[in-house]
């Protein structure tokens, strides 16, 4: 069984704050983390490595600096690390996204072999799109199932995989052939204590690097220039006020609060 | 990126979502939304979808404006698959080319949206919370959260048709305008042996691994609840509310609530349009998952309670006497 992650490098969201002068966020000393999501994802293929054996690759898309993320990808579990990063990505909408990281893979599967399973987060908390596995999934022509909370069976003689996955409301177990594309939620697993092997193993791994130069990637589909979407103008929404204080005996206060929010009731079509 | 001719697209198209023979709100609100954007952009708002049988759906869709209703129905369409609804879809939107693809931003729409998008190598916006036409050369305006929230962005897509947004529900109210559809039957064949991916199982939950942000009123609860038992009364006013219920990290490590209700930093990010915090302090990872909701209502027995400070009405009070009271009296006022 090989597995293919793709990983996002993003600021610990948590840890941004915005500047409401300028109505910028201010990155400065946030620290980069791997997508939140995409722990899940890694920690799901090294289980399925741990046991059906075969490997782990993961690819990132970003900076030189997210040669972090991989190492601690290395870390998780995963054998075989790669990361995309190239003036020309600069900018990408999820489309452009989704066709360089399909580019991306192509050549990992050339240099490590066929994939089984494509892994992404369900989103990224940074973007918060969602669109990219999808993209990536539609590019490779393999089966999507996104949000999904449980691997319920592998089958790799069958090359069945089945999954639940989250509905609104609600799951689904859905089967599908491999290769397959998952997209999964926090809820997939634990993320386990890394074994001391992994460490040492990390250590040694080196960080294999891919640009335009050494793949087989069309400029002409990346970047800025290349992305249908533009993004027009960013702010940041008002600071939220400190508010009302509502007092009186429990009746005043539970009408006042009811009449302060009839119309959004009524908005919501509850009234 | 492909150059199009983007003159040839024409009209403001909305997916009807549907489920068990129902059409989800959001396509409803999205219709109405629509009919605001096809009047700005001299054209027609028009319905779209596939099915086992969907015909039917003409009725509602008339009555929230669409003029045109464009459907396929294929018995191997009847239950939602990624790759076969995203194939039907694509025909339509490639045969009739409208200018605008709108889609709820529900766990269906954005797992279709993405695929059709690529598959037609257009713009995407997710998650849109506002759509406006730019007046000096009619492209659509879409704005939306990023960042959990920190940061707005409005988006275009100036070269590229359709123009295809995920919308997020309750964004817009849903209006009725009566008209009476054109129906547009097309044929997409595929059969059941081509469709490589199969449902096993449907498990309506509803229950342990909710999404809480499909919520348009969410009802929390912090440690100030006192006791799991007491959990019941969030549960109470949600239902009078027809919303849900959540909690903080420590009534989860209680081991009063299961992880999927909580709300935070670490829990699920939520931006319902009423937001009751009972007996939650207001610690900053808590704060970070609901700040960007509308109406935020804080009770606390602490005047000096910080979430008093970001609380839209902030009473100061037990909430085991207060959500009772609130549910009881609500309901009175509320007819379901
Ligand atoms: C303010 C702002 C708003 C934007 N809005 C839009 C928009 O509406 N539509 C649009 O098309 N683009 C938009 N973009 C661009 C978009 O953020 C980028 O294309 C980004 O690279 C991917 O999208 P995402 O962060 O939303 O990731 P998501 O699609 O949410 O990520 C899902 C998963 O895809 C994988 N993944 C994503 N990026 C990478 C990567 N670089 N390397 C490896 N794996 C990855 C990860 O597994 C991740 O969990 C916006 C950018 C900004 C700054
Ligand atoms: C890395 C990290 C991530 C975290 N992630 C999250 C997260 O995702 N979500 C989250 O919620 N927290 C998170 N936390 C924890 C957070 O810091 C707080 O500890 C937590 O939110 C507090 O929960 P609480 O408000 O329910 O409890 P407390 O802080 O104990 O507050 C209880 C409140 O109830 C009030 N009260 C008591 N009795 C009553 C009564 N009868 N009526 C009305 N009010 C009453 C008290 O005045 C008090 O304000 C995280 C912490 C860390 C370090």
Same mark, same amino acid.
């Given at each position: 069984?090989?597995?293919?992650?793709?990983?996002?490098?993003?600021?610990?969201?948590?840890?941004?704050?915005?500047?409401?002068?300028?109505?910028?966020?201010?990155?400065?000393?946030?620290?980069?983390?791997?997508?939140?999501?995409?722990?899940?994802?890694?920690?799901?293929?090294?289980?399925?490595? @741990?046991?059906?054996?075969?490997?782990?690759?993961?690819?990132?898309?970003?900076?030189?600096?997210?040669?972090?993320?991989?190492?601690?990808?290395?870390?998780?579990?995963?054998?075989?690390?790669?990361?995309?990063?190239?003036?020309?990505?600069?900018?990408?909408?999820?489309?452009?996204?989704?066709?360089?990281?399909?580019?991306?893979?192509? &050549?990992?599967?050339?240099?490590?072999?066929?994939?089984?399973?494509?892994?992404?987060?369900?989103?990224?908390?940074?973007?918060?799109?969602?669109?990219?596995?999808?993209?990536?999934?539609?590019?490779?022509?393999?089966?999507?199932?996104?949000?999904?909370?449980?691997? #319920?069976?592998?089958?790799?003689?069958? &090359?069945?995989? &089945?999954?639940?996955?989250?509905?609104?409301?609600?799951?689904?177990?859905?089967?599908?052939?491999?290769?397959?594309?998952? *997209?999964?939620?926090?809820?997939?697993?634990?993320?386990?204590?890394?074994?001391?092997?992994?460490?040492?193993?990390?250590?040694?791994?080196?960080?294999?690097?891919?640009?335009?130069?050494?793949?087989?990637?069309?400029?002409?589909?990346?970047?800025? &220039?290349?992305?249908?979407?533009?993004? #027009?103008?960013?702010? *940041?929404?008002?600071?939220?006020?400190?508010?009302?204080?509502?007092?009186?005996?429990? @009746?005043?206060?539970?009408?006042?609060?009811?009449?302060?929010?009839?119309?959004?009731? #009524?908005?919501?079509?509850?009234? | 990126?492909?150059? !199009?001719?983007?003159?040839?697209?024409?009209?403001?198209?909305?997916?009807?979502? /549907?489920?068990?023979?129902?059409?989800?709100?959001?396509?409803?609100?999205?219709?109405?939304?629509?009919?605001?954007?096809?009047?700005?952009?001299?054209?027609?708002?028009?319905?779209?979808?596939?099915?086992?049988?969907?015909? /039917?759906?003409?009725?509602? =869709?008339?009555?929230? %404006?669409?003029?045109?209703?464009?459907?396929?129905?294929?018995?191997?369409?009847? $239950?939602?698959?990624?790759?076969?609804?995203?194939?039907?879809?694509?025909?339509?939107?490639?045969?009739?080319?409208?200018?605008?693809?709108?889609?709820?931003?529900?766990?269906?729409?954005?797992?279709?949206?993405?695929?059709?998008?690529?598959?037609?190598?257009?713009?995407?916006?997710?998650?849109?919370?506002?759509?406006?036409?730019?007046?000096?050369?009619?492209?659509?305006?879409?704005?939306?959260?990023?960042?959990?929230?920190?940061?707005?962005?409005?988006?275009?897509?100036?070269?590229?048709?359709?123009?295809?947004?995920?919308?997020?529900?309750?964004?817009?109210?849903?209006?009725?305008?009566?008209?009476?559809?054109?129906?547009?039957?097309?044929?997409?064949?595929?059969?059941?042996?081509?469709?490589?991916?199969?449902?096993?199982?449907?498990?309506?939950?509803?229950?342990?691994?909710?999404?809480?942000?499909?919520? $348009?009123?969410?009802?929390?609860?912090?440690?100030?609840?006192?006791?799991?038992?007491?959990?019941?009364?969030?549960?109470?006013?949600?239902? =009078?509310?027809?919303?849900?219920?959540?909690?903080?990290?420590?009534?989860?490590?209680?081991?009063?609530?299961?992880?999927?209700?909580?709300?935070?930093?670490?829990?699920?990010?939520? /931006?319902?349009?009423?937001?009751?915090?009972?007996?939650?302090? %207001?610690?900053?990872? /808590?704060?970070?998952?609901?700040?960007?909701?509308?109406?935020?209502?804080?009770?606390?027995?602490?005047? !000096?309670?910080?979430?008093?400070?970001?609380?839209?009405?902030?009473?100061?009070?037990?909430?085991? !006497?207060?959500?009772?009271?609130?549910?009881?009296?609500?309901?009175?006022?509320?007819?379901?």
């Amino acid at each position: 069984m090989h597995s293919l992650v793709f990983i996002k490098q993003v600021p610990d969201a948590a840890q941004v704050r915005v500047d409401y002068e300028t109505g910028t966020l201010i990155r400065e000393g946030v620290p980069a983390i791997i997508n939140p999501f995409d722990t899940h994802a890694i920690e799901a293929a090294v289980q399925i490595k @741990d046991k059906f054996g075969g490997s782990v690759s993961v690819l990132c898309m970003g900076p030189p600096m997210a040669d972090e993320a991989l190492k601690k990808a290395l870390a998780m579990g995963a054998d075989n690390v790669f990361l995309l990063s190239d003036r020309v990505f600069a900018g990408s909408d999820t489309l452009a996204t989704s066709y360089a990281l399909w580019a991306g893979a192509q &050549k990992v599967i050339q240099e490590i072999g066929p994939v089984d399973i494509f892994w992404a987060g369900k989103q990224a908390i940074d973007g918060d799109t969602a669109q990219t596995g999808p993209g990536i999934a539609t590019r490779l022509d393999v089966p999507l199932v996104t949000y999904a909370v449980e691997v #319920k069976e592998v089958d790799p003689s069958a &090359k069945k995989i &089945k999954i639940v996955r989250l509905l609104e409301g609600g799951t689904e177990t859905i089967e599908v052939p491999m290769p397959c594309m998952i *997209t999964t939620e926090e809820t997939l697993n634990h993320i386990r204590f890394a074994p001391l092997s992994y460490l040492i193993k990390a250590a040694k791994t080196p960080v294999v690097l891919l640009n335009s130069s050494n793949t087989t990637i069309d400029a002409s589909q990346c970047g800025l &220039k290349n992305s249908p979407t533009k993004v #027009k103008k960013a702010f *940041t929404p008002p600071k939220r006020e400190r508010g009302e204080m509502i007092e009186g005996s429990l @009746d005043e206060i539970i009408s006042a609060v009811y009449e302060k929010i009839e119309p959004m009731l #009524k908005q919501l079509g509850r009234v | 990126m492909i150059k !199009q001719d983007i003159k040839q697209y024409k009209n403001v198209w909305v997916f009807i979502e /549907h489920n068990d023979g129902k059409i989800e709100r959001v396509s409803l609100e999205l219709l109405s939304k629509g009919a605001e954007l096809a009047k700005d952009l001299n054209c027609e708002v028009c319905a779209f979808t596939v099915g086992d049988k969907v015909e /039917h759906f003409a009725k509602e =869709v008339g009555e929230y %404006g669409a003029k045109k209703f464009y459907i396929i129905e294929n018995s191997v369409l009847k $239950e939602y698959r990624t790759e076969p609804w995203r194939n039907a879809i694509v025909y339509l939107i490639d045969k009739y080319k409208p200018e605008v693809a709108l889609i709820g931003a529900t766990t269906l729409g954005r797992d279709l949206a993405g695929t059709v998008a690529t598959k037609l190598s257009a713009g995407l916006t997710a998650d849109t919370t506002a759509l406006d036409i730019d007046p000096s050369n009619k492209n659509l305006l879409m704005t939306r959260p990023t960042f959990g929230g920190n940061l707005m962005a409005t988006i275009f897509c100036p070269d590229n048709r359709p123009q295809m947004s995920t919308v997020r529900p309750g964004v817009f109210k849903a209006v009725k305008n009566q008209t009476t559809p054109e129906v547009i039957k097309d044929k997409y064949d595929i059969t059941e042996d081509q469709v490589v991916k199969k449902i096993i199982e449907k498990v309506q939950t509803g229950e342990e691994k909710v999404n809480l942000s499909f919520y $348009e009123v969410i009802v929390s609860g912090g440690k100030g609840m006192g006791k799991k038992e007491n959990l019941k009364l969030l549960e109470d006013l949600a239902n =009078v509310l027809s919303g849900t219920w959540a909690v903080s990290r420590k009534v989860v490590q209680a081991g009063w609530a299961p992880q999927s209700r909580q709300v935070g930093q670490t829990g699920q990010t939520v /931006h319902p349009k009423i937001y009751i915090a009972a007996g939650i302090s %207001g610690a900053v990872q /808590h704060v970070a998952g609901m700040k960007s909701s509308d109406i935020i209502i804080a009770i606390n027995t602490d005047p !000096q309670a910080p979430i008093f400070e970001v609380a839209t009405y902030g009473i100061v009070g037990d909430c085991l !006497q207060i959500l009772p009271k609130m549910a009881e009296m609500f309901k009175q006022k509320l007819v379901k």
